[in-house]
């Protein structure tokens, strides 16, 4: 059974960090592309970045790329998002998603096989 679990949202004060991680089982985490959504209330499922099976490859999208930054560990079958300076309009759940197709990801939700629960994440003074 493939298993996709977030954790590391919160609450923080805008200027703050998080770190969320997506742990998986069930595949061999090797052989998918990784990525990060988020959906805010009201609003359609927004592609955050996206990591390939080896992870040497990257894409983050342009809204937070100065910001953000993805990552993962094959030895610890976890992806990790890093939020820095986050802002208010941050705010939104956070889901990680694997790929078995692509070896780079895709940005479109469909594209993805596999999610996580979600991870709320609120960005607020």
């Known amino acids: 059974q493939v298993q996709l679990v977030e954790s590391g949202g919160g609450s923080v004060q805008p200027g703050g960090s998080l770190r969320l991680s997506c742990a998986v089982s069930?595949?061999?985490?090797?052989?998918?592309?990784m990525a990060w959504f988020r959906q805010a209330p009201g609003k359609e499922r927004e592609f955050v970045g996206r990591?390939?099976?080896?992870?040497?490859?990257?894409l983050i999208a342009a809204s937070v790329e100065s910001r953000f930054n993805i990552s993962r560990d094959n030895t610890k079958n976890t992806v990790y998002l890093q939020m820095n300076s986050l802002k208010p309009e941050d705010t939104a759940v956070y889901y990680c998603?694997?790929?078995?197709?692509?070896?780079?990801?895709?940005?479109?939700?469909?594209?993805?096989?596999?999610w996580g629960q979600g991870t709320q994440v609120t960005v607020s003074s």
């Open positions: 998603a694997a790929d078995v197709q692509h070896v780079y990801g895709t940005n479109f939700p469909s594209d993805y096989n596999y």
């Open positions: 069930g595949l061999t985490f090797s052989r998918v592309a």
């Open positions: 990591a390939s099976r080896s992870g040497y490859t990257k």
